[in-house]
């Protein structure tokens, strides 16, 4: 050969331009895995003509096995070794669709989703990326930049790792196994600990425990802290549920809290409240500072707060409750003249009616929100509940914690307070509009980020599964039903 270097061949083709426009006439099946959507740009423009060489396919490559950073599987983009311009082009519109605003398109998942959701023409995007000669720069910036999205990236790996590394077994079910009890399905739960990153392994291999020790017990406490449970460490319930999802379960679990991240706009209200109802957690923004978080009481699993989006516009002082058609035939009307007297419960026009005062269930606050589903936040009188681990309580509206402070706090920032205050102190029902609404996001996420680790939660509503089987991901475990709230309150 004598040092002459053979020509370096480019693959280029030249039907790019038709898997463009393939891709074009079809766009939510190639941006939103296979399902349609209003995020998705326009389906008329017209097609550009770009080439796919080796680099560019390597990049793209890369980004799709690099999928389950994202908590997505390749093969849901990009199958084999097929070169074809077409099929390169689809997965990568396809991929850049999933990251940019979701696979899955919540809208069909449930019956109720009212959360803006992130725009962009990821086709236009693409053309821009391979004439800049960059795929790989492009793909990693449509997803969310935030802290929660890179720590459940992180996460997702991890458990990935572990699950990978172990053979998992779930531990049988049975009478609850309590500090320094003996039980024959102590080993089990030690391994399945162990696979979870819970307890260290022995460094030496010895007889199979029997006593359900300290060390295990503190392992316990802390996957109960993980999970918003009761830290006694008890297994039993929803605690050997949390264990049985194993590794790979909150691989899952993560994977499903990234998919809903997708699904939120980039740039949201930098004034706003937050509602996390897997986690009964509100938080509060103000000018894009976290300024406010407290516990709240979301709806009971057949009765489901719904994820929606939509704004505070008045403050009520001392509220009256209209009790809505459902409660008062499902609930009031099983009560009794002197139950109804005693709560201050009258007719008008009809309907039930409860007076303003410490009886009402609306507390001394109701936050109003202008929404088509007649859910709003407020206060209650069932204090108790806030400090149950479990506060999936209510109708569907969202109770909250120390509620007429927090609206004190609303009213004195939109430069109400005083007009606030004198509605209070009068106390009668009194409206005070907000000068400016304040958006409340209501979202459901199993799995999140508090600022310092990862949490995860039951699924109390069975929302992930859904989510799961649109992600091509695997059923999650049983959870125990939580208990009814007997009080009738919204």
Known sequence: MGGVQAPVKKRIWTGTAIGLALCIAALPACSQ???SSNQASSNAAAPVEVQWNSN???????AIANAPANGL?????????????????????????????GYSDPTKIFPVYTIPRPSGDVRQGLMNAMHKGDVTGWLNSLPPQTDEYKALSQAHLKYLKLASSTNFQAVPDGAPMKPGSHDKRVPALAAALTAMGYLQAPQQQGAAPSRYSPQMVAAVKHLQSDFGMKADGIV?????????LGPGGLARECAIAMERLRWLQRDPPPTRIDVNTAATILDYWRDGQHVDRREVV??????????????????????????PDSIATDELSKKGSAWLAENNFTMENGKYVQDSGPKNSLGLVKLDMDDKQAIYLHDTPAKALFGLPDRHRSHGCVRVQDAAAFANAIATEEG????????MAQQQEKWVKLPNPIPVRIFYQTAFWDGSRIQFRP???????????????????????????SDVGP
Request: aromatic fraction near 8%; charge should be neutral.
């Open 33 to 35: 895995g296979g399902n």
């Open 56 to 62: 560019l396919e390597k990049q793209l490559r890369e």
């Open 73 to 101: 599987k390749p093969e849901l983009f990009l199958k084999g070794d097929d070169h074809d311009g077409a099929v390169l082009t689809q997965a990568a519109l396809k991929y850049a669709g999933a990251l940019a605003h």
């Open 236 to 244: 039993g319930g929803n605690t050997l549920s949390a264990v049985n």
């Open 298 to 323: 979301a709806g009971e699993p057949d009765k489901p707060t719904p994820q929606i989006q939509a704004p505070i516009v008045n403050l009520v002082a001392y509220p009256k409750w209209r009790v």
């Open 416 to 423: 109400v307070g005083d007009k606030f205050q004198q509605a």
């Open 459 to 485: 699924d109390v509503y069975g929302w992930d599964d859904n989510v799961a089987a649109s992600l091509g991901l695997v059923r999650g475990v049983t959870w125990m039903p939580v208990q009814k709230s």
